[in-house]
């Protein structure tokens, strides 16, 4: 007997969506369904994705609950604050995977102080990686999948929270991401004109929506100390890809490298989509182009005491579609690898 | 029973050999043998092409007959006249995908004039889109992949040579390019920051070695006049991708630019990997990346009397590897599009 | 006794705009006065355009004639279909240049083909190395600054077409250029992600705009058939520049390269801003970023029966604002070189 | 009387004297001397620099004490270990820029931590902004230009050591730049096919070159605290600039936003070339291209408990060669910004 699921996704013209349905249509077992989308309903999705050639003819439907009806998944890629009606429709049995932040903070606190409305809830967390999330995730029918920097500064340190290595106090990640991560905004300064040629940090000070998710990633890591952290999100030329730099301070200062990528290495032996590089070899994103792998490598900084984590990954794939794909792989016990691809697209 | 066949990559650490092996991991029936290099010889493929995250571990020998020997499959992607000598060695059995340009001419005068050394021969020409060409690489163990300018060219043009919208003379092609066609050669021009803000012509006047095989294939496809070819390559700033604007006198000066949509839509309507996009939508690189897929579009500029037609492909897969994968499938019997993507991605 | 001339831009936070006050801060004879937009009236320059960083602290005022008088020049960067308006309520004394393209054509019926709308009229045309145009432009009190694709082609083909070396017949030019030409569009096919890392034409098939006002440049510069012409624009990704890739039939078959050289050298012997590369060095758009040069090569395919001529240029320099400062210097008596940069911002 | 200064540059054919070149073309008291290179010996600076149209028809001379005779200027930007020698030659009197890193550091045992080679020496040190190098600079007739990643971090920082926003302990940079700052050394990393599309870290873990030059000048900002500094520079696809994100650990943790921009405004108030943009922009390296201003932004992250300044600028104009000609203004007694271009090149 051959599993078939019936998937939707809504929101499927945007980045996201698009780079679930590229995922979706290499899966074993999946069949896709409907695609829906605001702006462009009735296009054929030739017209806004063309790059999905098997889908070139498909329809884009409205977002409502009669359209995703009678899918055995459903995701969702929608604005900030339109995922709870959404589900809620859906009811508890099918599983809805949202690729947005509403259901992603636990302390609804956080959330009125960095996105300013009301908290709709908290879903299981879709980052498999974190300790005990796999069987948080299991069986579940709601999962919330992590931003995209969230994820990359996480898989970057949580061998070095588990392992002892720092205690999750006054971590710095300054990442550099390409504009992919912030959708198709028709917005002034995400203009090719504006964005080639050019690096430009934004969201700095603390303010970034992301920065609360990278805190609760640290103690869900098992931070011994209060986390604090320090994000700063660098824009730079290049559609798609994140790397972060991640430094805290050296729980044990005289640690070596060594002892510092053996952590690592032990940490990760069993993790199939979080490869440490060979020691001094240090990531890039072109690597992970379009894999769901993120690629990182570790190293201590005696003279200033820290730790130094770098970690590169594809935001749209292992940063947001990847990974929703891996948790519905987890949701309904299919291999976590299922469809999943392991290697780059480079140069 | 399922067949597996041992394929072996010799010059696997180059970006025509990395792609072949990017794709050689999706086949169904591949199991990846023997890498060959030079200058890498020893190292891990992990240091030399991080992206193939599954075969890190793998070590890059030697190109000797004693390291290719034991394979069903060996492609071969070497500097120009070092094919002739190991398909030899190999005996005439194995299959050999040769990803250089030594056996694609058919003319050894026009080798002579624009390569400077004897001609090697040549094999099947693997461009399956060229008329009965699909028959000629069925059974065949050799087959010269041709060069990413005359797979973009050709694709683009052929439909209207063989549905008579032009005849094949005073053909005009500018293809931009990215510079991964030109392969990790350290030369000054390639420089990033020589490229990236820049676009450059190189190869101007008739000069560039791809021109006698766009040349070569106008006939293939059915030109009734001679031939005549303007070719003009143009360096862009992208890792990969040819866009190709083709020109080319009308035969019939009162065509519509209907009639030339629907004379390439009736020639392309069995062929899986060149799709024509609805009318006035034009092709992008992006929507091909890393795909098997050549987009098309074409109308008519009845003002210049001329039919103008754009392909986008990615070189290294459509334009190198994926072209050389789908020949594999069609000389083995398998399924012309076995393992090979049809989605780009995007953005 | 030092002229100093007092020079508004209306439209000054476009990027036509911004380019024109980069120049205009570092030419010796000007005092920049108002600084007009729409829809940043009231912002502090700096926000908008922060690279103008001796401007920061000017304040964006509404386009009217109050705020455009007292002026001794004035510069139109604005929408198609405004210039008129604002040129009559400036008075017939004060020197306008109009960057933007409603006074550019000679043909009634040409403009309304390609622009949908009444034809303005016609103000001399801004492109001082046609033949005759100096005198044109000096002395005149309007100015219609060309197309950045016409100064491209134009300057590419005009020695050729003088030189006797082609009748201006059957031209065919694809151009690769970056979005900036776009300006500040917030258009889908603009944003970052759509442009880095892909290739695309447009307007292909003899309908983009500017094919008209190539055509009439071909005539002005002697052409002596009918002039017809293929024209394809190509978005490329980067910010700045044009590189036009030009060919014609050669009037005489047996021309040599060197010849077509020859005629070419003694056709821009006195030109300050056409730099005829040395023989067998090709253009790059990063070599003339920021600077008011064009450079150009040209070659013959004896076996296409073509010259192919090849210009670099910065579309919004030399191919915008940097023009219509070499014209007002024309216009004005001033030397025509006057503040315009020479040297391109490389690598 | 007009000043006229003859200078010659040593490696005019590599990117910094490509630069220096560009510059000085522009200064109203130089007259542009002998160019040496060292591969290119003998060829027209035209093919090797094609953008330094001016100069195109001089010939790059060996770098020989007889060619750099007779200058009241030379500038030096030859490969590391070289300048000691040209510059014992060139006499006492004549002024020596050297943009090498040889007489950068103080402390001979951090020149030969990092270099791994005998301490050349130290000259002034070429960053006027430091407190009293003003100074230090007039009148001298050897300068040491700062590294390009050291320019950024320390303007960014050094008006919170000053104005006591922080102590100089447990620094975090990290900076994103083009790979022009590498030169045009011909590496593979440096590809552009391995650049576009792509973000790398390099030099991680404390052991980048800049490291202790950064941390020199953080005591001479007036550091009160023994600095550490965790340095990261960061690889993106642009050919120039550096963008650095720079934190440090609050002084006073209670003080608020407002009050680090007021330090910050109180300590450039005379700076030409330092611009602390409006309070909320946020710098982009595409605003100061080309020009040698450095743009700046701070903000406090009291959950973090760290001040957060970001720095804009041109690698190779205000990292480099700009830098170099405002110290040769210095030391000559011309106004600093003589010559120096203080808008951007955008978009």
Redo the contacts between chains.
């Keep these: 007997m051959h599993m078939v699921l019936k998937v939707a996704v809504a929101g499927a013209t945007g ?1 996201a969506g ?1 780079e679930l349905l ?1 995922l979706l ?2 899966h074993p077992h999946v069949e896709v369904g409907a695609l829906t989308g605001s702006s462009s309903v009735g296009a ?1 999705l ?2 806004v ?6 889908l ?1 003819d498909r329809v884009v439907e409205a977002t409502t609950p009669d359209v995703l009806a009678g899918h055995d998944v459903v995701f969702l890629a929608l604005p900030h604050g339109a995922s709870a009606a959404v589900a809620e429709a859906l009811g508890p049995d099918v599983l809805v995977v949202d690729c947005g932040a509403d259901f992603r903070l636990v302390d609804p606190a956080a959330w009125e102080q960095f996105y300013g409305s009301p908290h709709a809830g908290t879903w299981p967390y879709g980052l498999p990686e974190l300790p005990g999330q796999r069987d948080v995730l299991k069986g579940t029918t709601r999962v919330a999948v992590p931003g995209c920097y969230p994820t990359t500064a996480t898989l970057a340190l949580f061998p070095a929270v588990r392992g002892g290595l720092v205690d999750g106090h ?1 971590v ?1 990640v ?1 990442a ?1 991401s ?3 991560g ?1 959708g ?1 905004s ?3 300064h ?13 969201g ?3 303010v970034h929506r992301h ?1 609360p998710e990278i805190v609760q990633n640290l103690r869900a890591a098992g931070a011994t100390a209060a986390p ?3 994000f ?1 999100p ?1 824009l ?6 994140i ?1 972060a ?1 991640c ?1 805290a ?1 050296l729980a044990d200062p005289d640690v070596t ?1 060594e002892a510092a990528y053996a952590v690592y290495a032990e940490q990760l032996v069993d993790e199939p989509f979080v ?1 440490l ?2 020691q001094g ?11 769901n ?1 993120v ?1 990182l ?1 570790v ?8 730790l ?1 984590a ?1 970690a ?1 990954l594809d935001n749209l794939t292992k940063g947001t579609a990847g990974g929703a794909v891996q948790c519905m792989n987890l949701a309904l016990g299919l291999p976590e690898t299922t469809g999943l ?7």
């Design positions: 980045y698009g590229r249509l290499s054929r030739g017209e994705s063309p790059h999905l050639t098997p070139a006054d710095v300054v550099a390409g504009p992919s912030a198709k028709l917005k002034p995400l203009l090719g004109a504006e964005l080639m040629g050019s690096a430009s940090a934004y700095v000070g603390g920065t604090t952290l320090s700063t660098v730079v030329p290049m559609s798609r890809g790397l730099t430094t301070p490298p490869q590089l060979a070899q240090w990531p890039q994103t072109q690597s992970v182009l379009g894999s792998v690629q490598q190293t201590v900084d005696r003279a200033a005491g820290r130094v770098v590169a691809p392991l290697v780059g697209v480079a140069p």
